[in-house]
């Protein structure tokens, strides 16, 4: 998004598109400053995807028409425009999510930024879920998703379209249109079905690139100005103020709700009536020229500015959150266009300079995918099927006091990097065989889970001295005995057991967001809850023998008068999400199990 080439590669440069841009992008920042103020600002995507497919169009037939056209120049521009600064921004945003974020929300940092570099975000995203209900302070590169569907574009529509114009250059508006109408109609299927996939997926987006590109092709299609009423432009503006207020987050979006933006922008494409129009001249004001010049670094800057000061200072006053996102934000974006983006496109597009151009998106690439997957294999320790037939994911190899392996489900999983550093500091081999989602059970009756399946051949494989393992007692509802079968298939191949009890839960109000909101502790479980987890706790303690031992960690995080612990002393957030603990949670157990496992003679 935001990435379209400039008015002025497509030929006579028309200010007004950048006055879009600008009513576009300031939509976008207005809605992610506050939702309240413009319930729809979030359309200001599907404008941007228009001028991008209307401007993009128009610089692939200029060069057609004059026999010139190149791929690599046209990828050279591309690279040109949007790399320099997406790097200095993605950069600048892991290093700010190093000092803020916790090592959980970093590694999800990570996994995205490797995403966004590869051009994939939205698919990332997609599987995550709901774009209005992914957390939103914890999530940098949420914004990159658009960006990724216009590079997909990028990717596969010169080709096409260079192929159209070589061999049936007179039909292209016809299938441009059936390509607008078959994207239109998987995107207001996928809507309906999975509103995740036509929310993030091209094939359901392309249908706004391709209402672009169609205008592009029209006859008489140069940019100067026609005798077609200008109260079409106007009309355009109203479709497109009507957007920013009656589409909200309730919508199913974007299926056909996304035609009321996208034919809006179509209308101010048009060059309608004299350029002393209205519609012309407010898009055309300095101001507004100016903001769509900078928009890509605006929009860049703004979402991890926002997501950072949101994370970092949750606890502050609205009005203190507001201040810092503007001026942060401000001096971020323009820093970006003046110091970074304007001469990283004026050196990259030189015509001399193709190779190097394409030198620095390998560059990029190969630095920026790796280190996204790095940092979040250091900060998030959790494995898969894979990784478990193969005898799960090591640590500290070397280690000469014995041998341990984490098992369970994400309750396991959240205390993974705390056991790599408690296998380092005593000098333990550490295999990790806990997955997410996962279930580490057998079961009493019926089929055993590929997981639990895997991770007792691991288990019966590596003999360990130490066995720690944590899931979610809820599964131990309906199948009560499915511990005591796990601890007795277990027994002859480990030394100790130990496991660890579930942790309060908190109340759904008990979050950063819900803190933004005006909540403040005491937070306290739902009752019913907390007799639930309880009895849980309880069972699995009745457990304790010889060999296994149970790490009660209730005093940790439940006060004598109820109170969920939300933070540390330091003010650190001991929850990831309601029943998940952060790493520093983790590691307010790491003492008491250190201690147990003192206990067995370590």
Known sequence: ?????????????????????????????????????????????????VVSGYLITSVILRDCDRNRFSFGRFYQRRIARLLAAFVAVAVATLIGAYFIYSPQDFAATGATLAAAAASIANLKFMLQGNYFALSPDAQPFLHCWSLSVEEQFYLLFPAAFFMLYRKANPYRIHVLTGLFVLSLLSSIVLTQVRPEWAFYLLPSRACELFAGSILATLPGRSMTYTKLPAAI?????????????????????????????VVGTACLLLPCGKAEGLAERILSS?????????????????????????????WQPPLVRLALKI??????????????????RIFLNHPGRRGLAFAALACSLVILIPLGIVVRNANYVNADLRAIRKGGLHFNGTGRNGSMVLMGDSNGSM?????????????????????????????????????????????KREKPDFLVLVCNWEKLREDPDRLSLALQELKPYVRFVFLITQPPVLPEIASREGIRSGNRPPFREDPEEHAIRMELNERV????????????????FSRDSGEVRFVDDRR????????????????????????AISSRGR
């Not at 507004?288 to 950072?308: A, D, E, N, T």
């Open 286 to 314: 300095h101001a507004l020229v100016l903001i769509g010049r900078m928009s890509y670094s605006i929009y860049l800057c703004h979402w991890p500015v926002f997501s950072l000061v949101d994370y970092k200072f949750y």
């Open 1 to 49: 998004m935001l990435a379209s080439p400039s008015a002025a590669a497509a030929g006579e440069y028309r200010p007004a598109i950048d006055g879009l841009r600008a009513v576009a992008v300031l939509a976008v920042v207005l809605f992610h400053l506050e939702r309240r103020w413009l319930p729809g600002g979030f359309v200001g995507v599907d404008i941007f995807f």
């Open 327 to 344: 001026v942060v934000g401000g001096i971020a974006s323009a820093g970006c266009f003046a110091l970074i983006e304007k001469p990283g």
């Open 415 to 459: 205390y993974g990097k705390m056991a790599t550093e408690l296998a380092r500091e005593r000098d333990f081999r550490l295999d990790v065989i806990s997955v997410e989602a996962g279930d580490p059970l057998p079961r009493s009756t019926g089929r055993n889970s590929p997981l639990w399946l895997e991770s007792i051949a691991v288990v």
């Open 541 to 556: 303690k009745r457990l304790q023998r010889d060999n296994v031992t149970v790490v009660d960690i209730e005093p940790l």
């Open 572 to 595: 650190k957030q001991l929850y990831q999400d309601r029943d998940h603990l952060s790493t520093a949670g983790a590691n307010l157990v790491k003492a008491d199990l250190i201690q």
């Open 233 to 261: 432009q106007i009309a355009g503006l109203a479709l497109i103020g009507i957007s920013f207020w009656v589409i909200s987050e309730g919508f199913r979006f974007p299926g056909y709700v996304a035609m009321l933006p």
